[in-house]
């Protein structure tokens, strides 16, 4: 009996430990659902779906990282080194090299999302905002000017609305 009890909590710490492990090494996604689309974007601020939700099929290419946004500095392109989503995933604090950080506000619209550059805490020597570019597997039909790339089943695509 004794024994069996030491077994059990043996199994049970086991089990404690490994659920702790792969609890803490998920990474955090928030996902921005139009229902028939949804864009994913982890804490690293790369997109990491692409998916029509009536198909059930993700576009993302996997072999290639898709930064939502990076920061062009002194002719060097950086990457987030983290992003913090708060109020729903509606804001999308993005952190880069040395401290700079840039705010994004995120909205769903009925058939689109928006993404607004809000707020960016330096923008010496800043020559670029950079949106993209977001690599696909959708190749049937790509629109270099407008920026889109299309299917029979789906364009996915970027456009400036408010150009600065």
């Not at 803490?24 to 996604?29: A, G, I, P, R």
């Not at 229902?35 to 059930?56: P, R």
């Not at 905002?129 to 299309?150: K, L």
Request: with cysteine; proline share 1%.
């Amino acid at each position: 009996m004794v024994q069996s009890f030491r077994f059990f909590n043996k199994m049970l710490i086991l089990v404690s430990l490994i659920t702790l492990l792969l609890g803490c090494s998920q990474e955090k996604v928030v996902t921005y659902d139009l229902g028939t689309f949804q864009m994913g974007i982890n804490s690293q601020g790369e997109i990491v779906e692409l998916k029509d939700g009536i198909a059930e099929k993700d576009y993302l290419l996997s072999d290639e990282t898709s930064y939502l946004i990076s920061l062009k500095i002194d002719t060097v392109v950086y990457h987030p080194t983290k992003a913090t989503f708060s109020d729903e995933g509606r804001t999308i604090e993005f952190d880069f090299i040395k401290g700079r950080k840039l705010t994004v506000r995120a909205v769903a619209k009925d058939k689109y999302f928006t993404f607004e550059v809000e707020a960016i805490s330096d923008d010496q020597n800043l020559e670029a905002v950079i949106w993209g570019p977001y690599y696909t597997t959708i190749n049937e039909s790509i629109g270099e000017t407008v920026g889109i790339v299309q299917n029979e089943a789906i364009t996915f695509g970027l456009q400036a609305l408010n150009v600065k």
